[in-house]
């Protein structure tokens, strides 16, 4: 960039005093420019660029380096693995358990209230990060990453204060702040024999108001372990906790249910009442007892203490019929709880975090805030989701810290794999210009590398990578998806042009560099005719591919409600088609995508592009059972391929 411009970028930072992204490490400014209308880049200090792979991992590579990021807020809300999270239909489960597709209970603000409203969860995630133990004055505990936030009486506050940015400090929590919330949910009952039979003697009552159907299914699979006869005065009290907790849940299912958000449980048999009562007082609840309004002879046992005994009397006696355990829509009401202490573990350990569609969920009790949702770019093969275009994460270090990193003694000179994650020729390259620094610290370090993208920035470094490939072994990989100009500015508004892609495997090629093509998504109904795929792979092939991989659209939660609308507007048509093919879950179905395989195999044999080997690297991002085309994984080396490296030649990848 010319120093007129970098003058201008320099008199750009924004902000006036509030960052956009709070909680990010490392941060020296944030900068905007009329260059990049719409970005924001916030440049930050890395401590570390080289990312290990998760074990288990199919992905063929170790390592991978991603010097840009897009929102921050993917990995740094996070809540312990063990922390109870209120699931849809009144139970609990942890944290670390939940899946993508669980109905969860959130929150939505009506006027002054709050109320529960069923929600999912559309991503699911861990990280490692710096824990911190909030303590609440009712003896609930929550660790949580510095960043999380929970919602309080004066809105949503973060669990610390520091921002990275300046002086100023963000939200956060201070002792003796409320927050919004019940406290720790109970735990569940054991399914025990001495359960079983409390909650038959609360189940079998005299046929005048009969049975919930469901519950008398349970209550009849369970009778046989305990009497062959349904006489309920055969069925005797015990003083056992268990069998009080079984026996509230068979009355509640049997007698039970809301009134004006009221829990209560009626009966027309004194001696179950008196149980009932003796059971609650064991369970340390507070009760009130009258007789019905409109039957004399019908007593009325109403539970006391608001949302928060509703939902331990629900968790601690754990209810079969659903509608009876359904909080939506009650209100939260005056919920409050007191923060007592915020103090750090000294360590960093696992968390874990979701997306919801309400923003935000119940855990152990509480009200917080989960993360935005996942940049969409990745899993609809764009680079435009809105918040990869309107904040970026520069590592502005990530050469030097690179560098230190790889000359550290055991760096045995792995497969480090480049834009498996975030493009690293996207727009800001051009600004930035990381990448040739990244590119000659790993070869001075022997250390082979592939780089997938689609950005054409990357014509810009082919003399560089010409040069060290003589020394390392390198692999390139571009993303094509379609021919269709605009079809393609439709889906990929922001991303270089096909021509343009084609342009930059065909000058690749012209360098001696090898380039395989990810012909990436392909869109049933849209883009899978055989004329469509025809036409592109010979392009792809006159272009001088080294190699080809077709992967069909994959719609991870948020890109699928990204594309369903999509969808709906531009072809509605197509709504059904889809709904079936995407049924169960982020995968198209087996059957298509064995019908495209069949389609386009004959295709690639046509247009000479077959693999060199049928032992394909597998695991490619987002779909862990494909293939990578020839020419985007770096060969091993030999002896032989050295010394025609160094006689020149062009290196061979498998």
């Not at 911190?132 to 809105?155: I, K, M, N, P, Q």
Request: net charge neutral.
């Amino acid at each position: 960039m010319c120093s007129t411009g970098g003058v201008r970028w320099e008199q750009q930072k924004a902000g006036a005093g509030e960052q956009a992204l709070l909680g990010l490490d490392g941060l020296v400014r944030s900068v905007r420019s009329p260059e990049f209308d719409g970005v924001t880049f916030h440049e930050v200090h890395a401590k570390s660029v080289l990312n290990k792979v998760p074990g288990g991992s199919p992905m063929p590579f170790k390592w991978t380096v991603n010097p840009y990021r897009g929102c921050s807020h993917a990995c740094t809300y996070c809540l312990a693995g063990d922390t109870r999270i209120l699931m849809a239909d009144g139970r609990t489960r942890v944290l670390a358990e939940l899946r993508v597709g669980d109905e969860i209970y959130g929150t939505e603000g009506t006027g002054a209230d709050r109320r529960f409203r069923r929600t999912q969860v559309l991503a699911h995630w861990s990280t490692v990060k710096p824990a911190y133990r909030v303590a609440l004055e009712d003896g609930t505990e929550l660790v949580a990453s510095g960043d999380h936030r929970f919602l309080s009486a004066s809105g949503w506050k973060h669990v610390i204060g520091t921002s990275g940015w300046g002086t100023a400090e963000r939200p956060h929590l201070v002792p003796g702040i409320e927050l919004v919330g019940t406290g720790s949910f109970a735990a569940a009952p054991q399914d025990t024999v001495d359960y079983r039979a409390g909650y038959l003697c609360g189940m079998l009552r005299p046929d005048k108001y009969g049975r919930e159907r469901d519950a008398s299914d349970r209550a009849l699979s369970y009778l046989p372990a305990f009497t062959t006869g349904t006489d309920f005065a055969r069925l005797l009290p015990s003083p056992e906790l268990v069998w009080q907790q079984g026996f509230l849940a068979g009355v509640y299912d049997a007698a039970g249910g809301w009134e004006l958000d009221v829990l209560r449980i009626v009966h027309e048999v004194p001696q179950v009442v008196d149980t009932v009562c003796d059971a609650l007082a064991r369970f340390g609840f507070t009760y009130t007892v009258k007789k019905h309004e409109r039957d004399r002879s019908v007593l009325v046992v109403r539970l006391s203490g608001g949302l928060a005994e509703q939902l331990r009397f629900l968790h601690t006696v754990d209810p079969a019929v659903a509608r009876k355990r359904a909080l939506e829509p009650l209100a939260m009401g005056g919920e409050f709880l007191r923060v007592r202490s915020i103090e750090p573990l000294g360590l960093d350990m696992p968390l874990f975090d979701i997306t919801t569609g309400t923003g935000d969920f119940i855990a152990n009790g509480m009200v917080t805030h989960n993360c935005f949702a996942r940049n969409t770019h990745k899993y609809l093969d764009l680079d435009a989701g809105k918040d990869f275009d309107t904040q970026v994460v520069v590592k502005v270090n990530a050469p030097e810290v690179l560098a230190a990193q790889l000359r550290r003694p055991g760096w045995a000179g792995e497969h480090v794999a480049m834009g498996t994650n975030t493009d690293p020729y996207q727009r800001a390259e051009g600004r930035y210009q990381l990448m040739p620094r990244i590119i000659t610290t790993l070869a001075e370090t022997g250390t082979p590398f592939s780089i997938l993208t689609k950005g054409t920035v990357l014509a810009r470094d082919l003399p560089l990578l010409e040069s060290v490939a003589r020394d390392v072994p390198v692999g390139l990989g571009v993303s094509i998806a379609l021919l269709d100009p605009r079809l393609q500015r439709r889906l990929e508004p922001g991303t270089p042009s096909p021509q343009a892609r084609l342009e930059l495997v065909r000058k690749a090629r012209g360098a001696g560099l090898p380039c395989g093509v990810f012909l990436a998504p392909i869109l049933p109904g849209l883009t899978d005719s055989e004329e469509a795929l025809d036409a592109l792979l010979a392009a792809v092939a006159d272009a001088g591919a080294s190699g080809v991989t077709v992967l069909p659209l994959h719609l991870r939660p948020g890109a699928r409600e990204w594309f369903a609308r999509w969808l709906a507007a531009e072809h509605p048509e197509l709504v059904s088609r889809y709904r079936t093919l995407y049924a169960r879950g982020s995968y198209v179905s087996q059957a298509y995508r064995g019908w495209l395989s069949k389609r386009i195999e004959p295709l690639i044999r046509r247009h000479g592009l077959e693999p060199s080997s049928r032992r394909r690297s597998r695991g490619v991002p987002g779909d862990e059972s494909a293939s990578w085309p020839d020419g985007a994984i770096p060969a091993p080396r030999d002896p032989g391929a050295a010394a025609a490296s160094a006689a020149g030649e062009q290196l061979t990848l498998l």
